[in-house]
């Protein structure tokens, strides 16, 4: 009897085995904790621990309206969109709160998506085909990262908030695509305008708030360099969204550059305390998007219940702003406890810039797991984040401060940092 598949089979299996092993021996092993709740207290293998780990930044996940919302959402309209957004699944409730959106952000147009990941993917490879360059600030989300690969441009990096690499690459593709004939789309056949006949193009694409820093895109000079390098200028408002801003629209909101940005990509898994991509831009590269996007067209619209948080989410956060101001009011106090510690932390240009997104780097593995054990022998449970999420040498204890933390609760974590050293 031939039994080859089976040791193909166990070889396979051995291989895999050998890798988690190895990944245990450098404390690089990601295990699930099975947690109870997400809100200011969470439990863990039957403990309590303050919650330090959640991007639900203003704690919005147990919020009454919010749930009411989607409740009634699920009784209105029931658990499931039923299709993707281009058969039956855009329903009234997804048009509204697009619409909503929109207006939230001072945008034309918005699309709803399962995920931010999957707006990213969206976005990058709607827009961009090869012949064209994506600039990427190198410590960008590594959905950014992904969706510029797939969508075949060249992809390039520059330094983390520095710009001058940023116009050398752009300097140099204009004046190579320059030399390039591009084909008068009337002179084809008549066909679709696809890449292979418009000019090549440059964006740059950046997140607004770094999620693993907390540092901040300085956005009136990428939409600078963008406009004198005649770029596309694509920002990730995951971490800016509900946060930054006097009405909590996002970082071009409080760096004033509403509308100068081309394309905004915001998710509703962070501040808006439950899950779904949304993007904003023109109608036009908004219809392009549904026209060419994958993970809009190929899967299906988000539930109305999640559209209905979304929706409720943003009334919460224009009507609400003692919730982000007191989350600014204790990430300053934290943070200046932090640099006090000798803890260093990336530059603030202004206080209207603070974010909840902490990062005690350690430099290894170990020494990252290391702290988020002792954080945890005093009562919090914060996240440990090692490479390849973090540059390899900045693995670090991310701390994310919430809007429902108490005064005490940070005096006490200040405490337990201070023991760290
Ligand atoms: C900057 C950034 N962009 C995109 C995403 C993906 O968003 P989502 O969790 O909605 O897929 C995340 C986080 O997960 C993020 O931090």
């Not at 060249?154 to 004046?175: G, I, W």
């Given at each position: ?104 952000k ?10 931010g990941y999957?707006a990213n993917l969206?976005v990058l490879?709607?827009l961009a085909?090869?012949?064209d360059l994506i600039c990427l600030d190198k410590l960008s989300h590594t959905s950014l990262i992904d969706a510029a690969k797939?969508s075949?441009a060249t992809v390039r990096t520059f330094p983390h908030l520095q710009t001058a690499k940023l116009r050398k690459l752009l300097?140099?593709h ?27 193009r440059r964006f740059i694409v950046a997140d607004s708030v770094f999620s693993m820093d907390g540092d901040v895109a300085q956005l009136p000079e990428l939409v600078s360099i963008a406009k004198e390098y005649?770029a596309i200028l694509i920002i990730d408002e995951a971490h800016g969204t509900?946060l930054m801003g006097?009405?909590?629209s996002g970082l071009c909101e409080s760096q004033n550059v509403k509308?100068q940005v081309d394309v905004i990509i915001s998710t509703?898994?962070k ?6 991509g949304?993007v904003t831009a023109?109608?036009?590269i ?60 990336p530059d603030?240009i202004?206080?209207?810039e603070?974010t909840?997104i ?31 999420a973090v540059p ?30």
């Amino acid at each position: 009897m031939n039994n080859m598949p089976i040791q193909t089979e166990s070889k396979f299996r051995q291989e895999l085995k050998l890798e988690l092993e190895h990944r245990d021996q450098f404390s690089m092993r990601r295990q699930l904790r099975v947690i109870k709740g997400n809100a200011r207290i969470i439990e863990y293998e039957g403990k309590s621990y303050i919650n330090l780990a959640s991007n639900d930044y203003l704690g919005l996940s147990n919020h009454p309206h919010i749930k009411e919302a989607a409740i009634n959402a699920i009784i209105k309209h029931g658990t499931g969109a039923g299709a993707s957004k281009i058969v039956i699944g855009h329903q009234d409730i997804h048009h509204h709160v697009e619409k909503q959106f929109a207006a939230f952000k001072g945008a034309e147009s918005a699309l709803l998506l399962p995920t931010g990941y999957a707006a990213n993917l969206a976005v990058l490879t709607s827009l961009a085909a090869p012949g064209d360059l994506i600039c990427l600030d190198k410590l960008s989300h590594t959905s950014l990262i992904d969706a510029a690969k797939t969508s075949g441009a060249t992809v390039r990096t520059f330094p983390h908030l520095q710009t001058a690499k940023l116009r050398k690459l752009l300097q140099r593709h204009s004046d190579a695509s320059c030399c390039i004939s591009s084909t008068n789309p009337s002179d084809t056949p008549k066909t679709y305008y696809t890449p292979l006949n418009r000019p090549p193009r440059r964006f740059i694409v950046a997140d607004s708030v770094f999620s693993m820093d907390g540092d901040v895109a300085q956005l009136p000079e990428l939409v600078s360099i963008a406009k004198e390098y005649d770029a596309i200028l694509i920002i990730d408002e995951a971490h800016g969204t509900g946060l930054m801003g006097k009405n909590g629209s996002g970082l071009c909101e409080s760096q004033n550059v509403k509308g100068q940005v081309d394309v905004i990509i915001s998710t509703a898994s962070k501040a808006l305390g439950s899950l779904g991509g949304i993007v904003t831009a023109d109608r036009i590269i908004i219809d392009t998007i549904l026209n060419h996007g994958k993970t809009i067209i190929y899967t299906t619209s988000i539930p109305p219940a999640q559209a209905a948080a979304i929706g409720a989410a943003i009334e919460v956060i224009q009507n609400d702003e003692h919730r982000r101001h007191y989350l600014q009011q204790i990430s300053l106090k934290f943070r200046h406890a932090l640099l006090n510690m000798g803890w260093q932390l990336p530059d603030l240009i202004s206080e209207d810039e603070i974010t909840p997104i902490f990062p005690l780097i350690l430099g290894s593995p170990e020494k990252a797991i290391k702290a988020y054990e002792l954080l945890k022998k005093s009562g919090f449970l914060a996240f440990a984040s090692r490479y390849p999420a973090v540059p390899r040498g900045e693995d670090r204890v991310r701390i994310s401060l919430r809007a429902d933390l108490a005064e005490n609760d940070l005096d006490k974590l200040i405490t337990a940092i201070n023991s760290l050293n």
